[in-house]
């Protein structure tokens, strides 16, 4: 095998030295595509409803998935009135959030939720699940409900 001759780094002492040979080109990424997943959230647990959901959103079930990129897929969830919940939750549990103001620490009961908007328990579950990031927006916009 032959010996390649090295060139020296531009920085003094700092980085390795580059073959000669080689020639740096600028890639452009394929496009991919945005799937459309379609989710029946009857009689399914919450939880592992939500840890499904986020992991189609982040896109980590891809072949290319990047934790910094957006790449994710977009999710419609049907039948979300019809989740289950395990144990006492849905009577014991509370959704707190605060105003911002002095004392303005408020609590709602997960079934006044339930009664209220379904959809609101799986989206406030996924939305938490989400890594806590500038596009833990972006992904929960894509998050739809029938």
Known sequence: MPIKKMKPSSAKGYGRAKP????????KEEKYKIITYHVDANNKILGRLATHIAVLLMGKNQANFSPSMEKGNNVIVKNADKIKLSGKKLTKKLYYHHTGHPGGLRSEKMQDIFIK???????KAVLRMLPKNKLQNIRIKRLKFE
Do not use: D, Q, T
């Open 20 to 27: 000669a040979s080689v020639k740096v080109i600028a890639r």
């Open 117 to 123: 908007k379904p959809s609101e328990l799986i989206k």
